[in-house]
């Protein structure tokens, strides 16, 4: 089951601590939200799902985490400056602007007005102040991809590597665009994490390996609880391709707002690494490489056997973190009949997935004993390094299920009176509601397996 609006997504989201407007107190900015407690912790997971996936799993991917500020020669000769922009046009009637591709008509979403300017290109990178002289001529860019610091990093990851063809460089992290109409909550954002592989492959072996990189993306998202059935494939036409791209692929879902991109797995070819390079002659290589570039790398690399130097293709699986986070909250928001005939809210996260792990919970807030017992549990269960073990020290069980239902806390474990007797806790699967009795000394086993 999903939600039946992204508002019932947002108020969850706000109620329990996932996501908040920033500087909400003064008023909020548009387009940029914080992650909450909760929030953190389940974007934290996603992320770790995908490194895990991308660099531990794998033999042929290396990690990176590069700076967000951008030399604007970067993103010069990587083609944003010219052509990282939407079409824009202004209402001359109560001049607000939109996206040109946006408008469901041509009229003003606003006050109706068809009196509208010819849509212009409108850059979406962000811009800041170098240093402490600010005259416009020390700046640099907000990476709008984290891409770029890939592939300028793409020899200094070769000599300390000694890798070869076919090898991948991850990287996760923030990136910014100035978008023209952020909205529906966290899909469209100025402030987005990203998380991106740049795959670099043999010229000639490209078109496979972008038809493995869609066929990994759709199980992986199928592990995070979004299942295949549920994805569509979507071969973006040769007109919208972004400058860059040979061929790209959009993973689409159906968010609560509509059917959107979640994740873009392009065939890049050898346009990032040739614009980045300058001295091209002693290359065998088939980029069509800026002519000016002011790069003195040589971001190639050379075949052990053949001695043959390669401008080695690139296949990028590009996925948002903060879209990946709506997909995988929309896709686990349940509202289950009981049969009482009350409704019971549940979060079906994949448990590798929930903010918290387990909930030990004392039957009774004022008891010593039994809160010592509890602190003890959470503070053992902590030690596994599973993830957040949460003491829950309300007093109020039936409340306190509600709320670990509808956080997605896959176990609930009650320490009571009986646990004072016979070293036994009752431990709730969130899923089954079931409730089973087992020896304290079972308990670490118990969840590590639930967990595996
Ligand atoms: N390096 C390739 C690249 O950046 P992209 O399709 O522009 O490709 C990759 O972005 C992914 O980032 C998208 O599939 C989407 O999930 C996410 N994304 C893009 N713009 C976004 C925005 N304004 N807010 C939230 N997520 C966004």
Redesign the pocket.
Known sequence: MTAKSMEELTSLCKRRGFIYQTNEIYGGLQ?LFDYGPLGVELKNNLKQAWWKSMVYDRDDVEGLDAAILTSPAVLKYSGHEETFSDPLVDCRSCNSRWRADHLEESKCPSCGSKDLTEPRPFNLMFKTNVGPIDDGTSFAYLR????QQTFTNFKNVLDSTSRSLPFGIAQMGK?F?N?VT?RNF?????E?E?M?LEFFVEPGTDEEWHQFWIKNRLEWWSKQGVPEKRLDLYDVPAKEL?HYSKS?T??MYKFPHGIE????I?NRTDFDLGSHTKNQSDLSITAKVLKNSSSNAKLAIQDRETKRWVVPYVI?P???????FLAVLNEAYTIQKLENGKERTVLSLKPHLSPIKAAVIPLKKNNEELVLAAKNLKKELQGLSLGRILLENSGNIGKSYRRHDEVGTPLCITVDFQTLEDQTVTIRNRDSMDQERVHLEEASPYLQEYLR
């Open positions: 387009g709008p991809e984290t891409a990136a665009r978008e952020p966290i899909f469209r954002v100025r987005m990203l991106e972004a790209t959009d993973i991109e979640l994740e873009g392009a990028e590009a996925a948002g973190v903060d879209r990946g």
